[in-house]
């Protein structure tokens, strides 16, 4: 029996997985100081829901999915999602030194364009 073909086919799969490994955990990559929560179960999400994540980190800079924007651009991209009929859930990613107006500014401009389903990220807490 000739396993060079199996050997081959390992291979193949060992540089797919090492390729696309650091592509999983992608979304997370700003570095924030989340506010500490205590722990408590979570319900699985719905298939078709859309997960946008803003980030407000402590200077104040908002970040769209790891991509850094301006006021007016994020005002402009939730506009886009609003006008989305899909199921959006914002994930609201500030660190905990933000200032708390900032978080009120970007609360409003969700209401403004429609979209109510909103989540906190947090820190579990011990």
Known sequence: MNLTNLIDLGFTLLIIFMIATPLINQEQTIPVNLPVESKSSQIKPDKNTQFVAITIKADGSYYIDNIRVGFADLELRLRALGAN??????????????????????????????????????????
Do not use: C, H, W
């Open 85 to 126: 009929p899909r199921d959006t859930v914002i994930r609201i990613r500030a660190d905990s030194n933000v200032q708390y107006q900032k978080i009120i500014t970007l609360m409003d401009e969700l209401k403004k364009n429609n979209l109510s389903k909103i989540t906190f990220d947090t820190q579990s807490g011990t």
